[in-house]
Nanobody, 126 residues
């Protein structure tokens, strides 16, 4: 499985961005995709996730109501629509996929993922 994330950039606070992640290789209907981010000097943290076989999203509290994760199963694409961006959203954003089906019990944890994209930088200026 190979993942490629893109769509980052420099925006002002209050703006919107949409990140995209293209998945190459086999996907599993019981598997899921996630977005994580890592700010300078901080640990990587969970942002959002969505199972391929369901439409139920998972969000970190810090992005609920502002970010929306979606997917296109046919295109094997996952998106992260980010609205009302804040300076604290500045980070490198990574899309990630588990090994095989993964487990929904770990969908919000780094350990639930095996494959990672190269990351795309989002910078939000105040």
């Amino acid at each position: 499985v190979q993942l490629q994330a893109y769509g980052g950039g420099l925006v002002q606070a209050g703006s919107s961005l949409r990140l995209s992640c293209v998945v190459s290789g086999r996907t599993f209907s019981r598997s899921y995709m996630g977005w994580f981010r890592q700010a300078p000097g901080k640990e990587r943290e969970f942002v959002a996730a969505i199972p391929w076989g369901e439409d139920t999203p998972y969000y970190a509290d810090s992005v609920k109501g502002r970010f929306t994760i979606s997917k296109d199963n046919a295109k094997k694409m996952v998106y992260l629509q980010m609205n009302s961006l804040r300076p604290e959203d500045t980070a490198v954003y990574y899309c990630a996929s588990p090994l095989n089906s993964g487990s929904l019990h770990t969908i919000t944890y780094i350990r639930g993922y095996r494959y990672w994209g190269q990351g795309t930088l989002v910078t939000v200026s105040s």
